[in-house]
């Protein structure tokens, strides 16, 4: 293989390329989150108060998340990745989107919902092939088992190994996200110099930091558009003629 296709590509998701698959954003005005406050379903203060509240939505939502299907644009890095290019996926999602499409490097800064953890010690993970978590499931230790994702107030325990990853891009691609949630937004900041950034949404003319080219269509259309041009190369490169 060519040396120029083993560059580094690092994608950051966010949750429009799963909003493309039919889970609903936190920011949406419909669906699983219109009727529940984030501080009431979110947070460790809401785990607190209402222990089965929290249970009960994230129930919902991990149901949601088994419905879902990868969407062109999961598939579209996934099959890059199988074409020998060196590709490395942070997601701020808590689904398994991406890894269903084929992607094997996929690091989840908010953790998983398909997996459960303690309360008592968040190394005991344990998955979820099926159903949920209720009230009296607990770990190994004898603690109530919570979901396996990151709360607002919460610190992000992944954020330092992809600040690394981050740091060995030649090239980050970020998609569908609105790169306001901290700290994963300030990801940008530990990229290369010399590291082109293409931000990948709708809203990409509002949403792009100064410096970083705009591709203002959906990660449906704009992240398979940009994996075609790669792989006729043989080597990630920024298209200009794709710029919003």
């Known amino acids: 293989m060519a040396e120029e296709r ?24 419909d669906g699983l989150w219109a009727d529940h406050p984030i501080e009431a379903v979110a947070t ?50 808590i689904d398994d989107l991406h890894e269903r499409a084929g992607s094997r490097n996929v690091l989840h800064l908010h953790g998983e919902i398909l997996k459960a953890r303690s309360t008592v010690d968040a190394r005991m993970q344990y998955r979820l092939p099926r159903g949920g978590i209720e009230l009296g499931d607990i770990c190994d230790k004898g603690s109530q088992l919570r979901p396996d994702v990151v709360w607002f107030g919460e610190s992000v325990p992944h954020f330092a190994e992809a600040c690394e990853i981050v740091g060995e891009a030649d090239l980050l691609l970020v998609v569908g996200t609105s790169l306001a949630v901290m700290p994963a937004a300030s990801l940008l900041d530990h990229a290369p110099m010399e590291a082109p950034c293409v931000l990948v949404d709708p809203e990409a003319e509002r949403l ?21 041009h790669w792989q006729r190369e043989g080597r990630l490169w920024m298209p200009e003629t794709l710029a919003g």
Not at 70 to 92: C, D, M, Y
Not at 212 to 218: K, N, S
Request: glycine share 8%.
């Open 208 to 228: 792009s930091p100064p410096g970083v080219a705009r591709i203002c269509q959906t990660a449906g259309k704009g992240v398979p558009q940009l994996v075609r």
């Open 44 to 93: 460790p203060e809401a785990w607190r108060r209402d222990p089965r509240r929290v249970l009960e939505f994230y129930n919902t939502r991990r149901a949601q998340v088994r419905r879902a299907r990868p969407n062109a644009a999961h598939k579209a890095l996934a099959e890059l990745e199988k074409r020998g290019f060196r590709v490395s996926i942070i997601t701020q999602n």
């Open 6 to 29: 083993r560059s580094h590509l690092v994608v950051f998701t966010g949750s429009g390329i799963s909003a493309e698959s039919g889970i609903q954003t936190f920011r949406a005005s």
